[in-house]
């Protein structure tokens, strides 16, 4: 997989927990878009749960019609590998419902299937919050943290560190940790990487756009990831209408 200064593994990456991590404009966003182009291409499913409409240039069908059954959609996912952007914009009720239904879905029929898929969660803080439980952060936390047997690997995109669920960031296993400026936010990139506070404020600062510290199996260095271009050969399809069940 090609993010840029970094090459992984694929075997090194699936069913992981991966979180991405930054502030606004520091290059998030694009380093989740590049890994999902690379899972993509690869061959494993990504579905990404997309608030603010910003991935359709993926080659995955994008769905915004929620009376689609969460079943079919999972099966697809498991069975056919289909990628799918869930575009959220809406953020209503049927929403959030549906993305409970699917998720709950996805986790059942993952016993069956011998498929590895990602989630990519973007605003992760809004799902999964710190200090806080609903259904749906519950059928999420579930997958993040058990999803490995099952072949169900996370990427986690936030620009609020410390808003999201600290079992959940804590356990990841890769990390992008991309320019903070807020002292809560340096505090979590300090309880994640294993040297000197002063040293992870002296890197965190040095970060440009799309530069993000790396950090895996108690190893760590500065990256430069790689900007997103669509793909272009084969054509994105968007899908609006209702899925036949
Ligand atoms: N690695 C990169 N190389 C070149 N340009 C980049 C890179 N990463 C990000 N950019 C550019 O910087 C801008 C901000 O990037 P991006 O949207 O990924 O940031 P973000 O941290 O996700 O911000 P937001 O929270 O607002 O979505 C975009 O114009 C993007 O194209």
Not at 6 to 35: M, P, W, Y
């Amino acid at each position: 997989m090609d993010l840029g200064s970094v090459q992984l593994e694929l075997r090194d990456v699936t069913r992981k927990c991966i979180a991405i991590l930054g502030i606004r404009g520091s290059g998030k966003s694009n380093t989740a878009k590049v890994t999902a182009q690379e899972l993509i291409r690869e061959g494993v499913p990504v579905v990404v749960v997309d608030p603010d409409g910003e991935y359709t240039n993926l080659q995955a069908k994008v769905r915004n019609n929620f009376s689609v059954s969460p079943l079919s959609l999972a099966s697809s996912v498991l069975g056919e590998g289909e990628s799918v952007v869930l575009d959220m914009n809406e953020w209503n009720q049927e929403a959030f419902k549906f993305l409970l239904d699917f998720m709950t879905s996805l986790w059942e029929l993952s016993k069956v299937y011998s498929r590895d898929v990602f989630i990519l969660l973007e605003e992760a803080h809004e799902f999964i919050p710190q200090g806080e439980r609903t259904e749906l952060s519950d059928a999420l936390t579930r997958i993040a943290l058990r999803g490995r047997k099952r072949g169900l690997g996370m990427i986690l995109v936030s620009q609020r560190s410390a808003k999201v669920n600290k079992d959940v960031l804590t356990q990841s296993e890769i990390y992008f940790l991309h320019k903070v400026v807020h002292p809560i936010d340096i505090k979590v990139y300090k309880e994640i990487l294993p040297i000197k506070s002063r040293e992870v404020e002296a890197t965190v600062k040095t970060l440009r756009t799309g530069e993000a510290i790396f950090y895996r199996d108690g190893a760590f260095k500065t990256v430069k990831i790689r900007k997103f271009e669509p793909d272009t050969l084969i054509p994105v399809v968007e899908t609006k209408e209702e899925l036949k069940v």
